[in-house]
């Protein structure tokens, strides 16, 4: 069941709307407190109201530097960095900020996203670690990619340790807590997947076609207790390189739902600059494969990779990306998916870990479908990369295609647990290091320790 987060595209009281863009948060719990205690408030008001009490721990956690300290961490990192250059980046949005209180406050991350994504800024990095790193990993790539071409087929196999570790003085010992964990659905490039071991005895798993498939616990809270589970998986990649001229526009329906051209509020709507957007990227053509390679082509050349907030503090992210250009992996990926079903390619979310040894973490990407190949992926974000770094092969690469370093946990955005949580999760959309709450109340940040890690990685023939 897809969760109903519809109400997020309600609108609300303006002077509210005025108080949360410019920061002042606290001013604006008071007057959320006042409008929640008149009964005659609107049901789907209310839940906004709500929603946007999130929005502002979120914004406050991920905007904490100052702009003298954002600008000393830089020089730090690029010694000969001037004021006027910081100003400029600012000013082209490469640096991300935004006003707290009446105060400019940037992104925690913001100088390690600019380490990334401007090459000529990371050539002066103090000691240029972030570069060789990417410059290693890239390569690595570019030779799995030929071999790939080569053999046609590559299996993966991989192992690894999920967990949830709880501290907190505001828990009560030996009150009910609630875990889910992901686990991998059965979605192409998975081949199988097993749990290994468990720290404790699932209270349920989902079954293996789950959108968004886990493992649930309910354990008694003591101080440090842990919920792990460790997971084997194999995954196949078949290389494909979808020509235009087979396309055929069929759409089967074994293979396609209606679901996969469907608007998802709030993200994937069909907004009005969307569609005026889509059309102007994509032209007149009714091959569905040009019309998605256009798309991809217009992320991934005219868009760039920015680390982001949480996903609860942005209320349309798919706008986000139209009107900035800049966004993650899931944005990129959103964005292509509504883009697609737009203009009546349909197309599906696909996210989890990147199992790479050298590089092991969260990553989304996207699927497509085009007769007579059936699904295809894209990845708009190593697309994207690829292209900055005049990696041109490569860049053909990830529109059709994935390296075999994936291990998908779901294959549909914004869907429910099972069985589903009381609280906001942390992450609405999507699940890839777990969620827990108690019976009363939801966990903050700081009362959870979440990590993944690979324990095992080996490419087969």
Known sequence: MILDLSYLRYPLPSDITM???????????????LNLS??????????HLEFLRYCAEDIREAYQLTSEQAFDNARKRIPDLTRDEFHHLRDDRTLDWRYIDGKRYYRNNCINNLLRTRRPYALREKGTSILLEEDDEAGERDHLIHTLKEKGRIRYRGTM????????DRLTPGETLRFWLP???SNFPLVSSRICQTSHPPVQISPENAPQRTAYFEVPYEKNVTVAATLAWETEMVYRKPDPALATGELPADDVTEQDLAQVEPHIVFAPYLKALTREIVGDTDNPIVKARRIYDFITTQGTYRFMPSYRSIPDLVGYFCANLHGDCGVQALTFITMCRCCGVPARWQSGLYTS?????MHDWAMFYAAPYGWLHADCSFGGSAYRNGATERHDFYFGNLDPWRLPFASRFQYEFTPPTRFMRADPYDNQVGEAESLTRRLFEDE???SHNLLTGTLCD
């Open 19 to 33: 108080l949360f863009e410019s920061g002042r948060f606290e001013e604006m719990e008071r007057l959320i407190e």
């Open 38 to 47: 008149k009964p005659e408030l609107p049901a789907a008001l209310k839940k």
């Open 161 to 168: 340790q999920e967990s949830i570790s709880v501290c907190s």
């Open 183 to 185: 686990l991998p659905v």
């Open 357 to 361: 040894p050298a590089s092991f973490g």
């Open 448 to 450: 959870l320790d979440k």
